[in-house]
């Protein structure tokens, strides 16, 4: 049963544009969401977080939206850069569960 | 650099056998997570450690145990590997004992390939 989908393996787009990537959740328990952004041959690097309890965190060019009564969060970037071409995943976490449930990613491509 | 190193960086092995991965956190991090990604799929996330003890257990399977040292450092066994059990294997760590405002910080992986 996969809690964390990200419906859209793949994704490009131009240089200066935005980029969005989403994410939908089956659990109303999660309370606490991340993504992560993962380069070829490293580890995922943590990107952004945002709680249950707002709906919007923003991070200079990277916003996360959490939109609770649809199960559903995106990520936007702008403007998207050549270097954010990686795969990103998001994840989400019941408080004192002590552990992260993540989706299976999208590879955003940006073309210059 | 996450400061988490993982060793070794490739592993080859064959059916039937028993591998030991190597996670050392990040100086002064407590809790240690193992996670395993095989080809096409997210993060499946296989258990965590804090300070030593075991916190919490996921889609860890019966072949597989782990273990956090007193100076902090931890191991993954694997063992009576099947083919499917070729995947990239993270350790991440963290300072706190908890999921929540606690960055994780990854290693590099471990890429296991069973023959």
């Known amino acids: 049963d996969q809690q964390v989908k990200q419906n859209s393996p793949s994704l490009s787009v131009q240089e200066g544009r935005i980029s969005i990537l989403n994410c939908d959740y089956t659990?109303?328990?999660?309370?606490?969401f991340l993504w992560y952004k993962k380069y070829p041959a490293e580890g995922p690097t943590f990107l952004i977080s945002i709680s249950s309890i707002k709906d919007k965190n923003e991070d200079g060019r990277f916003t996360v939206f959490l939109n609770k009564s649809a199960k559903h969060l995106s990520l936007h970037i702008v403007p998207s850069q050549p270097g954010d071409s990686a795969v990103y995943f998001c994840?989400?976490?019941?408080?004192?569960?002590?552990?992260?449930?993540f989706g299976t990613g999208t590879r955003l491509k940006v073309l210059a | 650099d996450s400061g988490v190193t993982q060793t070794p960086k490739h592993l080859i092995t064959a059916t039937g056998q028993r591998v030991t991965l190597r996670c050392s956190p990040r100086?002064?991090?407590?809790?240690v997570y193992w996670y395993q990604q095989s080809l096409d799929q997210g993060l499946q996330f296989l258990i965590q450690y804090y300070n030593g003890e075991e916190r919490a257990k996921g889609n860890i399977l019966e072949r597989f145990s782990a273990q956090q040292f007193p100076d902090l450092h931890s191991e993954l066994n694997l063992s009576s590997l099947e083919l499917g059990d070729s995947a990239l294997y993270f350790c991440?760590?963290?300072?706190?004992?908890?999921?929540?405002?606690?960055?994780?910080?990854f290693g590099p992986g471990t890429r296991l390939t069973v023959l």
């Open positions: 994840a989400a976490t019941v408080s004192g569960t002590y552990k992260y449930i």
């Open positions: 659990n109303s328990m999660f309370d606490y």
């Open positions: 100086s002064g991090d407590l809790s």
């Open positions: 991440a760590s963290s300072p706190l004992n908890s999921t929540i405002d606690n960055e994780q910080f």
